[in-house]
């Protein structure tokens, strides 16, 4: 060739400017100058080429029959060179000249179809830089066009065909659509068949076959198609020279093939030999060559596999150094940039999963972002990146526990879920990443939309995968976890059966030797092992034993994954333990838990769960040996002084295993054991969690008969204060954080107080576009507050000291039930200490069948809703009241309580010198909703109930802006036509009213001005409000229990979202307005609660519903007491009134479900 270059440059040196053989003569030196470079790979060659190609293409005429030659030989020095330094500017000029070239040839031209060609590989290159899905049509149009130009026999058809195999492959990458790659895998099969084995373009051919090939293997899973993919690709590399330029593509396609067939089957040979393959592409390939980055790429790809394999570090390090060697290649303008940056990123990543160092992750996470912010939205690359970045997202959470970037994990996922067509190859490993979120939040939030859309998720990925396919043991893994989760939350057993279906199919799926084996095996333990929790069968426990054995067995000493692996297998053993009383299980659980604990570094909340393992191995020991005590105590008490992981249910529940070991054995430690559980309230029922969320939670955590558990415990050890400060965290606790978004920010610096009090109004009025945001927004400037050494305790659980003065007014009784004992506590004043009361006559049976028997009466009256008829009737029921009428059930009902509960706690009242004034009642679990009130037969005391005792301080705090209070009136007899019952008796109710108050500050409205709208207007101008109307309480969601008005209803849900500033009072004369839910008995889920959560000091209330005929008579008592003399209404004074109104209501001999209901609930 060079003999041939020098001739020819003799030539053209002879001949004049505007000879005729001229532009052939350079056209010859560029093509050989071509030649000489795909056997040498000089650059100085393609500059040569490109340089007399164009010089022969300048000095040709337009219409000379010449010049489309010309310019067919420029574009293809264009392509070469742009194939070799990727400038755009090369791709333009081939695209340019080919075009031109194009418009030159006759359509009738018999070599049309070559300058076709032309035109379509360069807008497929161009494609293939820009991702512009335009380039590609244009592509797949002049490709089939030039293809439709030529007989069967034609000697470039197969090479037409090649070009259309690949647009379609391309487009099936982008796209999805299967028939785009069955198209693909045809024409490159007929290529390929056309070409001969001695013909130079054979090679490429086949290389094209291996990659529709493996794309189908992707898609389908059919092991075949890997192997024709690897057998293509060798017959591919036989065929090319080892000095020849494409033999580095060879080898770099042949690797990819074999990376396929490693991760499906997981030989370990496979992967030796693409490693092998990778490395020689490398070496041969420049590094000023174009694919250079890309081959880096492919081998930074095999060593992290090799690293994933066998641990070694050395691997790692080596694919961080070929991954930052590519990138360093690769210009910033260069569209591959963002590719190159987010491999770099996801090396990074798996640094951090090794070695646990903080700066990888980072590292891993601003590449992740850069690749991000580097490509545009509809580019066919970033559901990838959204799905890297979402998994380094989650490392971070998982790392310091940060909701925010859980969030974000779901948002990306999401993301990149939403933007993939439906029959896209990759939309399967997207949503199951989006599964994989949505089942993390799930455990951090407890939100069952999150766990349904996991399941959902997980349902399509496995729906979309076929068998055999190599992801598919992985998605059944997945979907098997969220299986086990929906199981552990409803303990429906056909879950878990599902879950250990699916976790033994993925095992069964993937060969001893894969990388993954031991994730499945582990996945495969927790399920039997959850099994043999509820069955209690042997054979499960055995199961669990051996499994988590295997997937021990199959970890590398320093993988990551290998202290949850000893953690299981340590917790299996002590089962084992437990259940065969094997002293070696015992000792072998004792070192794996110590084992992984020794591997989990500070900081990491995996700690926590190792370190309340220990001592629950140790609590096994000690119950059978009555050794290792301290060791118990010393590994939970340890354990709650970390920072609270993520999720703080399992330390909820730790801390009711210290609580129930020390009981029996220590008693003294259940004080900081209850209060380590308790401290965990507020994560638990995280503000961020919307009310059904965090109402869910504590029936789900059954935290009401805990707080009552706790609470008497602390009685039993005489620890009063304790049991007051536990049982207030366990009362009303979503109606306490309520209360506490309105606290007041007084003594705040400026700043942090607007911001505080901003944060705190949108989660308080449901305003929030993000709650969970602004939820995680508070809890950091709460933290960032209480650094502040006299803020220490902003907005923390009271302490006693604090909570006392909510007998500022008079004596608080709480009322504690449970099983093993009843009690009462009295704080007589805020300087005293608490009292205790003892009802040794009270149990919780005795509870339960008092309210069943109150129940029974009530339901005889028929007084759930104000306007039913009441009446004295015999009661039948089972307690043996046959013969007895209702006058007399009610009485032993009164009498039961007045001797069994209210003496004894007057008893120790009058003990204390207190014989009369206010008394607060503070009932919980099945003293909540017992008429106590009532009972006493001669009473001293004026009556009123709280939800809790902060609920109190909150109201004597409260200021109050208004000089002159306005009471407004609703009365609403009807609501509306075909609704509730006609109520005659609330006009002459709001007559009665009208008549005593008598002052311009009074608005009334009635019937159909009685409008919602209507309503909540004058809620938010008047202080003191009436309600006269029917009420509705819902069981099944509190929030939706309401107040009917005409044409709609007002719920307690908008209640709780309205700024009620100078709310002072309000009458609710409807039914039920102060009986919540008997599965939040503690919750306070009532209209009278809600109201006062709302920002009321006090109100009135019915336990059941009043007599539509006692509404005129009470109100008009009530009124005429607060604003005689012509004063202004005090709320101090409120329950004076309502006890004077009751009482007038008595002495009319009425019978006693109409004067019994009303209950006087606050200040």
Known sequence: ISEEIENLKHLIEQATHGHPDLPGHLMKLGEAFTRRYTSSGNLDDLESALQNTKQAVDITPVDHPERPGCLRSLTASFVIRYQRLGDLKDITGALKTSREALDLIKTDHPDRAAYLQDVAESFGIRYQRLGNLTDLEETIQKGQEALDMVQKGHPDRASYLQTLAVSFSERYDRLGDLEDLQAALKWAQESVALTPTDNPNRAGHLQNLAVSSRDRYQRLGDPNDVETAIQSDKESLVLTPTDHLDRAGCLQSLSMSLKQRYWRVGDPRDLDEALQCDQEAVDLTPRDHFDRAGRLQGLATSLTNRYQLLGNLEDLEAALQSDQEALELTPVDDPDRARQLHNLGRTFGIFFERLGNVKDLQKSLKMEAEALDLTPPDHPDRPKFLQSFAQSLRARYQRFGQLEDLEET???????????????????????????????????????????????????VVGLTPLGHPDRAGLLQSHAINLGYRYQRFGDLKDLEEALEKSQSAVDQTPSDHPDKAQYLHSLAVSFGNRYWKLRDLKDLEAFLQRTQESL??????????????????????????????????????????????????????????????????????RKTGKHMDAVHRWYSDSFQLQTPSDPEPSWKAALNWAAFSIQFEPQYCVPAYSAAFRLLPEILWLGHSIPVRQDAIRRLNIADIASRATWTCISLSNLVCAVEIIEQGLGTTFQQMLQLKSDVDGLPAKEAEILQNLSLELYNGTAADPRKAARQRNSLLEDIRKQPDLKYFLLPKPYSALS???????????????????????????????????????????????????????????????????????????????????????????????????????VLQSLGIHSGRLWWLPTGLFTGLPLHACPPKDEFIHSYTATLSSLLDSYAKKVTHTVPELGVVGVTHTGPGRMKYLAGVEKEVQRISSVVRTPNLQCLEGEQATPDAVKVQLQHCSWVHFACHGKQDLVEPRKSCLLLHGGVLELDTILKMPLSNSEFVFLAACQTAMGDTDLINESFHLGGGFIAAGFKGAVGTLWSMDDADGPLVAETFYTHLYRNSGQPQVGEAAEALQLAVKDLKARDVPYERWIPFIHMGL
């Open 410 to 460: 779901v948002q990306k996922m999401q993301e990149a879920v939403d933007m993939t067509p439906e029959n896209h190859p990759d939309r399967g490993q997207y949503l199951q990443g989006l599964g994989v979120a949505f089942s993390g939040r799930y455990q951090r939030l407890g939100d069952l939309k999150d766990l349904y859309a996991a399941l959902r998720s997980g349902e399509e």
């Open 805 to 907: 003065h909510a007998s500022q007014g008079g004596p608080v009784v709480i009322l504690n039930s449970y099983k093993d004992g009843c009690d009462g506590i009295v704080i007589p004043n805020y300087t005293s200490d608490p009292v205790h009361v003892p009802l040794p006559n009270v149990t919780l049976d005795l509870l339960e069948s008092q309210q069943v028997i109150l129940k029974q009466l009530l339901d005889r009256c028929n007084v759930r809703t104000r306007g039913e008829s009441v009446s004295t009737r015999l009661f039948g029921g089972p307690e043996g009241f046959f013969s007895k009428t209702t006058k007399d059930c009610f009485s032993d009902l009164l009498t039961w309580l007045w001797t069994h509960v209210v003496d004894p706690v007057y008893g």
């Open 553 to 622: 067995d199959l970890t590398p000493l320093d993988h990551p994954a290998r202290a949850e692996r000893l953690h299981m297998l340590a917790m299996s053993l002590t089962d084992n333990y437990d259940r065969l009383k094997n002293q070696k299980h015992f000792e072998v659980a004792l070192q794996k838990e110590q084992e992984a604990l020794k591997l989990t570094s500070a900081g990491n909340p995996d700690r926590v769960k190792y370190m309340q393992s220990l001592a629950w191995i140790f609590s096994c020991r000690l």
